[in-house]
T-cell receptor, first 112, second 115 residues
Framework: SQQGEEDPQALSIQEGENATMNCSYK?????LQWYRQNSGRGLVHLIL?????REKHSGRLRVTLDTSKKSSSLLITASRAADTASYFC????????????FGPGTRLSVLP | EAGVAQSPRYKIIEKRQSVAFWCNPI?????LYWYQQILGQGPKLLIQ????????DSQLPKDRFSAERLKGVDSTLKIQPAKLEDSAVYLC?????????????FGPGTRLTVT
């Protein structure tokens, strides 16, 4: 299985609801990044969280990192139709013998 | 600020033919990445350059894939000969530094179809 794996694979919610996606990984990491990909804007960086950080915010996005559980979560609050996209976590474990690895992604659909 | 440029955007070739993709990163970005993204999957790192040196090419199928970054700026990725399983989107990205310590900026990708 992959270094980073998102859960769930797919998620459908109504506009205005919150969406939570999880990422689990196997080795120790230097940092973890979240990216969004849709057909209009391609692959776009959302947040980078370092291994010594526990939580970061950016607008309606909140990312947490639990290195003891080797997991991260991405919360999107007050979702909009424009948030419809695939969301990927990517781990940097360069110091631990792993190259930069993307997970398979969570496909989020926000219904109007 | 201009983004990462890639060309061509689409390419259709027959198996056993060769193909080349071009990437121009954001000015001043030292690190350049090539990814392969198969439909429904996350991007897979093929090769990473720091300036004009290779940092990681452990997942590059070197019997058919090659890449270069002359003068530490733009880069080309070549496939020769192509196989059906090479059908994918090839993404180029760049970052200020690396590996993985900085956000990556992605180009629009080249969609390759091998028939």
């Amino acid at each position: 299985s992959q270094q980073g794996e998102e859960d769930p694979q797919a998620l459908s919610i109504q506009e205005g609801e919150n969406a939570t996606m999880n990422c689990s990984y196997k080795t120790s990491i230097n940092n973890l990044q979240w990216y969004r990909q849709n057909s209009g804007r391609g692959l776009v960086h959302l947040i980078l969280i370092r291994s010594n950080e526990r939580e970061k915010h950016s607008g309606r996005l909140r990312v947490t990192l639990d290195t003891s559980k080797k997991s991260s979560s991405l919360l999107i609050t007050a979702s909009r139709a424009a948030d419809t996209a695939s969301y990927f976590c990517a781990t940097d474990a360069w110091n631990y013998g792993q190259n930069f690895v993307f997970g398979p992604g969570t496909r989020l659909s926000v219904l109007p | 600020e201009a983004g990462v440029a890639q060309s061509p955007r689409y390419k259709i070739i027959e198996k056993r033919q060769s193909v080349a993709f071009w990437c121009n990163p954001i000015s001043g970005h030292a690190t350049l990445y090539w990814y392969q993204q198969i439909l429904g999957q996350g991007p897979k790192l093929l090769i990473q350059f720091q300036n004009n040196g290779v940092v990681d090419d452990s997942q590059l199928p070197k019997d058919r894939f090659s890449a270069e970054r002359l003068k530490g700026v733009d880069s080309t990725l070549k496939i020769q000969p192509a196989k059906l399983e090479d059908s994918a989107v090839y993404l180029c990205a760049s970052s200020l530094g690396g590996p993985g310590a900085y956000e990556q900026y992605f180009g629009p990708g080249t969609r390759l179809t091998v028939t």
